[in-house]
């Protein structure tokens, strides 16, 4: 996720803006089974980014900033 987070903060840096944000991140495992011998196992894993913009004097910037998928790859 670290090249992700630093494109978000260096778009908003160049725009002379200021970033913060999160990143969550889980993990599960999950299992079930029956009287009848039938069991059944799945793992899977999730990260989400959630990044909010601001100008550097706190007030919101008047053009919404879009930054397309492939600038985040």
Do not use: W
Not at 4 to 21: E, S
Not at 53 to 70: F, H
Request: net charge positive.
């Amino acid at each position: 996720m670290i090249p992700h987070v630093k494109t978000a903060i260096d778009l908003a840096l160049k725009r002379k803006q200021v970033a913060a944000g999160s990143i969550e991140r889980s993990r599960r495992n999950n299992a079930i089974a029956n009287k009848a011998g039938l069991f059944g196992y799945h793992q899977s894993a999730d990260s989400q980014l959630t990044t909010t913009i601001r100008m550097a004097d706190g007030s919101r910037p008047q053009k919404a900033m879009v930054c397309p998928t492939e600038q985040l790859v």
